[in-house]
């Protein structure tokens, strides 16, 4: 069985399961600010964790935050749960990104932040984001917070231009799922100075020292996912998940869409071990992304005559974290490939504000046609 995605994480991340790592967290902002040309960056235990500690951080509340409709529920439950209300923005089918005319007329004096998600790993127009902000400003004359969301687009570019390089803040995330892993972790990057000091102020204030028996779970999940992904045991594994209980701890619990909740531990520091891992998997960025790259374009190659397929669009600056095609019957075309041996994933199966948590509505279209419609197709090195 091909997995719908595997990381790429070999005996130079696995070493580190054995070593104290001591300083590692430290030397992962520094390289990972380095890397993706920041003044700083500031590392959480999650992805959803860096986004609240931000919102806080700066002071925001009771205020609305706009943000796509599709994209990773965590996103929402974050503006919630940090005191303020997301404003849902539907999306453009083409490239899955927000609708930025539609953002613009839900602008209004609640709004205190907008939340642009480069999906897939899409850039969106940094220049009209950019210029919509400064309108809005001007107009309302208050501070409107950009921050991106690049945890589906690390290093992806606008015209040459690095996303998460402007604006406020970007969040990244470190999931076994993302384009690169940490095992868990997330990680905010800042183009001012004063502002990460703010942020990592609060983080040392509000978040607690990793415990050890964190690092011992972190170090067992790790191992669970090394050899969960190991090809002969990997269909073992998708049979346990979809037709048992007994890996719901490890996969499902994780994500629970359709509750504004985190997990347990999102106030305990990102481990020393996971950071080390991280600095690892930095490394390898470079490589990993240029492999994706050329699978989407080889997809883009073999797939252009498929009836009834809608293939992404293959752009310049993007980075690919999913191959995402929509079809017409998506149940059908998973279990067709299943059966050649092939996982396909069904990544966002919601358009959130149709959540029962955030009040079931319908009116964003594309968003619920792009939940219902899609597939993605595996762009690892296997
Ligand atoms: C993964 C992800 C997040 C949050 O990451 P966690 O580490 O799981 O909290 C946020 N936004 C997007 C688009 C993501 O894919």
């Known amino acids: 069985m091909t997995p719908r995605f ?13 070593k104290r ?10 390289d990972f600010a380095k890397k993706f ?36 529920s965590v996103v929402a439950h974050a503006v919630s749960l940090s005191g303020n209300k997301p404003c849902f923005i539907d999306i453009d089918l083409n490239d899955f990104n927000m609708n930025l005319r539609q953002a613009e007329s839900n602008i209004s004096e609640k709004t205190g932040a907008i939340i642009a998600t480069h999906t897939f ?21 208050n501070k409107i917070w950009l921050i991106q969301d690049c945890c589906h687009a690390f290093g992806a570019r606008w015209h040459g231009k690095l996303i998460g390089g402007s604006g406020d803040v970007a969040i ?16 905010l990057t800042f183009q001012n100075q004063e502002l990460a000091d703010r942020t990592r102020i609060f983080r040392n204030t509000h978040f607690k020292r990793a415990s050890a028996s964190k690092t011992l779970r972190r170090k067992l999940y790790f191992l669970a996912v090394y050899f969960a992904f190991n090809k002969r045991i990997y269909g073992i ?10 890996l719901n701890k490890l996969t499902k619990d994780y994500h629970l869409d359709d509750k504004v909740h985190f997990p347990p531990d999102y106030l305990e520091s990102i481990t020393d071990l996971e950071a080390s891992i991280g600095s690892v998997q930095l490394k390898k960025y470079d490589s990993i992304v240029d492999q994706r790259k050329n699978a989407a374009q080889r997809y883009d190659e073999t797939l252009k005559d498929k009836e009834g397929w809608h293939l992404p669009p293959i752009r310049d ?3 690919y974290s999913h191959y995402t095609v929509r079809v017409p019957n998506r149940e059908k075309t998973i279990k067709k490939y299943k059966d050649l041996g092939i996982e396909l994933g069904e990544l ?3 358009s959130i504000p149709n959540l029962d948590c955030y009040g079931g509505t319908k009116e964003h279209e594309s968003a619920l046609k792009a939940s219902k419609t899609t597939i993605n197709l595996p762009l690892h090195h296997e």
């Open 6 to 18: 595997k990381p790429s994480i070999g005996w130079d991340e696995f070493k580190h399961l054995f």
């Open 21 to 30: 790592n001591k300083g590692a967290i430290t030397q992962f902002e520094k």
């Open 37 to 72: 040309e920041s003044v700083d960056a500031v590392a959480f235990p999650y992805g959803r964790s860096a986004q609240w500690a931000f919102l806080k951080a700066v002071g925001l509340e009771k205020k609305e935050v706009i943000m796509p409709a599709y994209t990773c």
């Open 121 to 141: 790993g899409y850039p969106q127009n940094l220049d009209a984001l950019e210029a919509m902000i400064s309108r809005a400003e001007k107009k309302y004359g």
């Open 172 to 187: 990244y995330a470190f999931n076994i799922s993302k384009i690169i892993t940490s095992i868990f972790g997330g990680m």
């Open 237 to 246: 594994i998708k049979w346990l998940n979809e037709n048992t209980a007994i």
């Open 317 to 319: 600056g993007a980075t």
């Open 348 to 350: 966002i199966q919601y």
